[in-house]
């Protein structure tokens, strides 16, 4: 079985640094081992794993190019949770955004050091293809629903676009505050999703 080791450094609240070790198995798994330490390398990494620093250097350039990777990675994890609760949520498209929703809290909550990274464009290379494509991929979901499955392209920007920035900053907003704390500790944030987030959804002009 074909072994796929790489690393990912998170500043965590800009005092010290998390470094998260993830082996990726052959069938695309991502399992997070963690290990802290207060600065980070690809030789360290490499170290740390067990493997010659060159390992890493074979598949990535630099650090950059490793935590685009990972984004890359979880942007198509969620993109084929939001898939997955869309396909099973039925016809009515309020049902099919609180179904989306509770898959991206879902996903924020149990890979939270993937959904941090997701968000730090400053570590990543937001060219790259395949980060591009599954962000894409991820977004389109949500905005087929929200403006209809004809609805042409828009930059994030164009007023066109505010229906699903809406839901989208509605929910991504909602998962940083459970992930915060804001909303009490992990029994009453589960809790919380269940409880105010369709409800929250329902504020939405989406209708069936």
Same mark, same amino acid.
């Given at each position: 079985m074909q072994l796929f080791d790489?690393?990912?450094e998170l500043a965590a609240r800009g005092i010290c640094h998390t470094a998260i070790l993830f082996r990726r198995h052959h069938d695309g798994h991502v399992a997070p081992l963690s290990l802290h330490t207060h600065g980070f390398s690809l030789r360290e990494t490499a170290r740390r794993a067990g493997v010659s620093p060159a390992a890493y250097k074979h598949h990535f350039a630099d650090t950059r190019a490793l935590m685009t990777a990972l984004a890359a990675i979880a942007f198509t994890r969620l993109a084929d949770g939001l898939e997955k609760a869309d396909a099973m949520a039925g016809q009515s498209r309020r049902a099919r955004l609180a179904a989306q929703g509770a898959a991206y809290i879902g996903f924020a909550l149990a890979e939270?050091? /993937?959904?941090? !990274?997701?968000? +730090?464009?400053?570590?990543?290379?937001?060219?790259?293809?395949?980060?591009l494509a599954e962000k894409t991929r991820a977004f389109d979901c949500l905005d087929r629903l929200a403006r209809g499955a004809d609805a042409p392209r828009k930059p994030y920007v164009d007023p066109a676009m505010a229906p699903t920035i809406a839901c989208w900053s509605l929910v991504h907003g909602f998962a940083r505050l459970m992930l915060d704390g804001g909303l009490g500790e992990n029994n009453a944030?589960?809790?919380?999703?269940d409880a105010i987030l369709?409800?929250? /959804?329902?504020? !939405?002009?989406? +209708?069936d």
């Open positions: 790489c690393g990912v939270r050091a /993937l959904f941090d !990274l997701m968000w +730090r464009a400053s570590l990543l290379d937001l060219s790259d293809p395949g980060l944030q589960a809790r919380s999703a369709p409800a929250m /959804l329902q504020m !939405l002009d989406i +209708r």
